[in-house]
């Protein structure tokens, strides 16, 4: 192995805090981690994609469900129910050490893919091979939503090597595809080969902040606006607009909408359809006057004459006009369409929220998808900030805003779906109910979570219990059996510290109740006595821990707490 690649790996493993000393598993850790980060434009946990053996020839799986990382078939409900559709991707990922391409190699990791979709698999299975095929088959048997085609199915051959199109290597390669396609099964089949430039690459990508550079010839400069560097207004011809939106694959660029609030509805909503109406119809012309455009937030802007290049910028509105033109960018004399658009350049988060309330607010935006811009998520953000050493912890209120501070250890970051989860199993005592989509939870969760007057201790606490215990099976100090009732662990933990009852979140008691949870969870010795304590109570209890549907009923969590009075 290279000596580049060699480093990256070690920046991966260090910046996530894993400790893994065999070779093989670091580089199959980085492999799945580059290329997931390339198809998801999301923060993920890489244990939802790592299978951490090889017995099908297949180092890594990802199932993207509505451009959403799934590992649950409530989440696959959820999405269904939100969306009306399904839009589903495979990812097959195999990383070899050798500095070659091996054919035997290869065609383990085909047939171990092409296994994996049989109604009647030849190989073994793992439990998590079995789990992600659970999850395949239910996609599959909801296959009527598919309305936008058949899933994609991708995979990646990684090696430290150098590809070189060996045309015996294609060949195998190419009949693998063959294979995969005369199931029938997929709108698409692509398989890439990686050498090691190319998976640093996707590293160093995974780090970039994005920049495109457009010609924005109609445009005029607003006057000064205060927390403001720099605004335009104007209309965007189409072949610039396509720049910004998307990648050097023409793929659409999912990070620059995170902050749109809400997602891409599909083609079959209705504002959706009247878009696509308007072009088919070929009303270029009108498209102005009939679309409100997109709205762009930049960190900063580089201006030459007619060509801006525009920084680490984001579409906060627009994301629905965004991503209809873009599928209808094959019709033609679309290079006619101009698209109405504001720019605004700040370095303000709180310019910035005002512009993503404001222009969203101008449609139909329920509130709670406003969440991640409340004054409360806000403070939130900087109670983390003041927690330190051992015990420090990062709230990522925005996707992946701290992927390029090597500062911070990846594992100490809490995303929003890890703080609602831990939150509604410990002091919510709703551990069943984390497997759903978290914009269902927070939704079925309604004003018992994120609420003004709570104490931000209370969300801490349920956070460092989380990493604490994610400490514990990572290093392996607690048996990894446990990871399908983790929730139910984390519910058990107030009574296990002997906090009962509760008082109410926005109380001074509160935070002497979180005080006494917090010192069990000051350090790994520590936390290896309690959460054993717990899953003693776990073992003593009668409840099946290879039953992975039991720990979705209420029944379970009040045997457990029952079992927990009783010893």
């Not at 994005?210 to 189409?238: D, H, M, T, W």
């Not at 694959?249 to 990070?255: A, P, V």
């Amino acid at each position: 192995m290279d000596r580049v690649t060699e480093n990256l790996i070690d920046d991966y493993i260090s910046n996530n805090d894993l400790k893994i000393d065999k070779i093989e598993d670091r580089f199959e850790l980085f492999c799945n981690y580059c290329i997931v980060s390339k198809e998801y434009d999301d923060s993920f946990e890489i244990e939802k994609v790592w299978l951490g053996d090889n017995s099908m020839g297949v180092d890594g799986v990802a199932i993207i469900v509505n451009g959403r990382l799934v590992d649950s078939k409530e989440e696959i409900e959820d999405l269904l129910e939100l969306n009306k559709y399904l839009d589903v991707t495979f990812i097959f990922v195999q990383a070899k050490t050798s500095n070659n391409f091996s054919s035997s190699d290869i065609g383990n990791f085909l047939f171990g893919t092409s296994d994996f979709f049989d109604e009647n698999p030849k190989l073994p299975r793992s439990e998590r091979i079995k789990e992600k095929a659970e999850i395949m088959n239910y996609l599959y048997g909801k296959s009527a939503a598919m309305t936008k085609g058949l899933p994609a199915c991708k995979l990646y051959y990684v090696t430290t090597g150098t590809w070189v199109n060996d045309p015996v290597v294609s060949a195998r390669f190419e009949t693998g595809k063959q294979d995969l396609i005369q199931k029938n099964l997929f709108n698409e089949v692509i398989i890439t080969p990686i050498d090691a430039r190319l998976i640093q690459k996707y590293y160093q990508d995974t780090k970039a902040t994005i920049s495109k550079e457009i010609n924005f010839k109609n445009r005029a400069i607003l006057p000064e606006i205060n927390g403001v560097e720099q605004a335009y207004i104007g209309i965007l011809e189409f072949n610039q607009f396509i720049k910004l939106v998307t990648d050097e694959e023409n793929k659409i660029i999912g990070s620059i909408f995170y902050d749109n609030v809400r997602s891409f509805q599909g083609k079959d909503n209705a504002v959706n359809k009247k878009i696509r109406e308007t072009l088919e119809k070929k009303e270029f012309d009108k498209f102005p006057i009939l679309n409100n455009g997109i709205t762009i937030v930049a960190k900063s802007l580089n201006v030459a004459g007619n060509r801006f290049t525009i920084n680490d910028y984001s579409i906060v509105n627009g994301c629905q006009t965004s991503h209809v033109l873009c599928e209808a960018r094959d019709l033609d004399g679309l290079d006619r369409v101009n698209i109405p658009v504001r720019l605004i350049v700040t370095n303000s988060e709180e310019v910035r929220n005002e512009v993503i309330r404001a222009t969203n607010n101008q449609t139909s935006v329920k509130p709670e998808e406003l969440e991640a811009l409340s004054d409360f998520q806000k403070s939130l953000e900087l109670f983390y900030q003041t927690t330190k050493d051992d015990m420090q912890l990062f709230y990522e209120r925005r996707s992946k805003q701290f992927n390029n501070n090597p500062s911070v250890i990846k594992t100490r970051i809490i995303t929003i779906p890890i703080q609602i989860k831990s939150f509604a199993a410990i002091f919510l005592e709703e551990p069943h109910s984390v497997s759903r989509f978290y914009g269902r939870i927070i939704k079925y969760l309604g004003d018992k979570i994120f609420v003004k007057d709570h104490r931000p201790i209370v969300y801490y606490v349920a956070s460092l219990a989380y990493f604490r215990l994610d400490q514990l099976f990572r290093y392996h100090n607690l048996d990894p059996k446990y990871k399908k009732c983790k929730y139910h662990l984390l519910m058990m933990l107030p009574h296990a510290v002997g906090n009962i009852p509760r008082p109410p979140f926005n109380s001074h008691k509160i935070e002497e109740y979180c005080s006494n949870i917090l010192k069990e969870l000051e350090t790994t010795d520590k936390s290896i006595e309690i959460f054993g304590k717990i899953t003693g109570i776990v073992d003593r209890s009668g409840v099946d821990l290879n039953d992975r549907d039991v720990f979705k009923l209420q029944s379970t969590n009040d045997a457990l707490l029952s079992s927990f009075n009783k010893f």
